[in-house]
Nanobody
Framework: QVQLVESGGGLVQAGGSLRLSCAASGSIFSIYTMGWYRQAPGKQRELVAVIDTAGSTKYLDSVKGRFTISRDNAKNTVYLQMNSLKPEDSAVYYC?????????WGQGTQVTVSS
């Protein structure tokens, strides 16, 4: 079992920055692929960024060059640095931990970008 707690969301003006954090507990953090997803009202949840156990990363095309995912295995934490935010980035952001067929979710944190 893995427990995930997100933090760092909030209200920011377009062009601003936020850093999301996801603290994990309950298992060995370093063995999990970690991801950030988001879901806007009326839309499906989408994968924003993922980082595997070796540190390799992948991003949604619309956030490439603006968002950076990173992990600190010593702190059992994954981060999402979001720069040059746009109104269309507004959503609830969820942290995900995955290994094999098992996946775990956090409760989500709201990000709202005003124009």
């Amino acid at each position: 079992q893995v427990q995930l707690v997100e933090s760092g969301g909030g209200l920011v003006q377009a062009g601003g920055s936020l850093r999301l954090s996801c603290a994990a507990s309950g298992s060995i953090f370093s063995i999990y692929t970690m991801g950030w997803y988001r879901q806007a009202p009326g839309k499906q949840r989408e994968l924003v960024a993922v980082i595997d156990t070796a540190g390799s990363t992948k991003y949604l095309d619309s956030v490439k060059g603006r968002f950076t995912i990173s992990r600190d295995n010593a702190k059992n934490t994954v981060y999402l640095q979001m720069n040059s935010l746009k109104p269309e980035d507004s959503a609830v952001y969820y942290c995900n931990a995955e290994r094999g067929f098992k996946g775990y979710w956090g409760q989500g944190t709201q990000v709202t970008v005003s124009s």
